[in-house]
């Protein structure tokens, strides 16, 4: 009973390391096994593209942040210049609405590349690229509050 535990266990483990490791046909298609996914995931074109995509989505967070603020200023000092809101003409109006719709544009695409940036800093196959120096998850909240 002991040896055929043994050469139970040996069969299970030749079976899981074939499924593992090597290609399985279905057909006319090789579907991918683990360590294709994995040989595919970790290459250089991969990691360096990777590592590109952090640094670049990172700077935009950053550049969005600041035309953000760009944004919120524009529409503080029209408001301020402006005067008291019952005493705007149209023309008034409708820039008030149209830089506010500038700042509310800007503050939803900032939401996307944060929002993309902390998915992929989420994923196994993507966060092993990036370089320690950058964040691995950006809060949102603190880059939309308004000052």
């Known amino acids: ?13 030749l079976f899981v390391a074939k499924v593992l490791f090597f290609p399985v046909h279905v057909g006319n298609q090789i579907v991918n096994t ?5 040989s595919k995931t970790i290459n250089a074109d991969n990691a360096i593209y990777n590592y590109e995509w952090f640094k670049q989505t ?10 953000l603020e760009n944004a919120d200023k524009a529409v ?9 809101r019952t005493s705007w003409t149209f023309d008034d109006k409708q820039e008030a609405a149209r ?3 500038v700042a509310l544009g800007l503050r939803n695409h900032l939401e996307t590349l944060i929002a993309d940036y902390n998915a ?5 196959n993507r966060s092993m690229f990036q370089d320690g120096i950058l964040p691995n998850y950006i809060e949102a909240v603190t880059f939309l509050i308004k000052k």
């Open 120 to 124: 992929r800093a989420k994923m196994a």
């Open 76 to 84: 503080s000092i029209f408001k301020e210049e402006a005067g008291v």
């Open 99 to 101: 830089l506010s719709s």
């Open 1 to 13: 009973m002991k040896y055929f535990f043994w050469f139970l266990l040996v069969l299970v483990g």
């Open 58 to 67: 990172f700077e935009d967070i950053n550049a969005a942040k600041v035309q």
């Open 34 to 38: 683990a360590y294709d996914t994995v």
